[in-house]
Nanobody
Framework: QVQLVESGGGLVQPGGSLRLSCAAS????????MRWYRQAPGKQRELVAS???????NYADSVKGRFTISRDNAKNTVYLQMNTLKPEDTAVYRC??????????????WGQGTQVTVSS
């Protein structure tokens, strides 16, 4: 099986920066598209950013120009660099990935989430 574990969340002030990491482990054969989602109280889950296996990236309009998604295939890790953070960025951030296990099982795997709070 493949597992995803997020880290890097926390409390930051408006205008600050934070870097989230999501590391995949387990019986991994290949990782394709990796994504970051977020969900704030009372709001729908939002796709924040995605990055394909050939490292083409897409962003939600709300974070474009402030956030950067990247990946390190050697470490099976996806990152989300968040700059110029705003209170409206406050949410639980979860990563997911399209993975192929060594047993050749294709699965969309989710991490458990990490809290990001932007507040004075």
């Amino acid at each position: 099986q493949v597992q995803l574990v997020e880290s890097g969340g926390g409390l930051v002030q408006p205008g600050g920066s934070l870097r989230l990491s999501c590391a995949a482990s387990g019986s991994i054969f290949s990782i394709y598209t990796m994504r970051w989602y977020r969900q704030a109280p009372g709001k729908q889950r939002e796709l924040v950013a995605s990055i394909t296996s050939d490292e083409s990236a897409n962003y939600a309009d709300s974070v474009k120009g402030r956030f950067t998604i990247s990946r390190d295939n050697a470490k099976n890790t996806v990152y989300l660099q968040m700059n110029t953070l705003k209170p409206e960025d406050t949410a639980v951030y979860r990563c997911n990935a399209d993975t192929l296990s060594i047993a050749r099982t294709y699965t969309v795997t989710w991490g458990q989430g990490t809290q990001v709070t932007v507040s004075s």
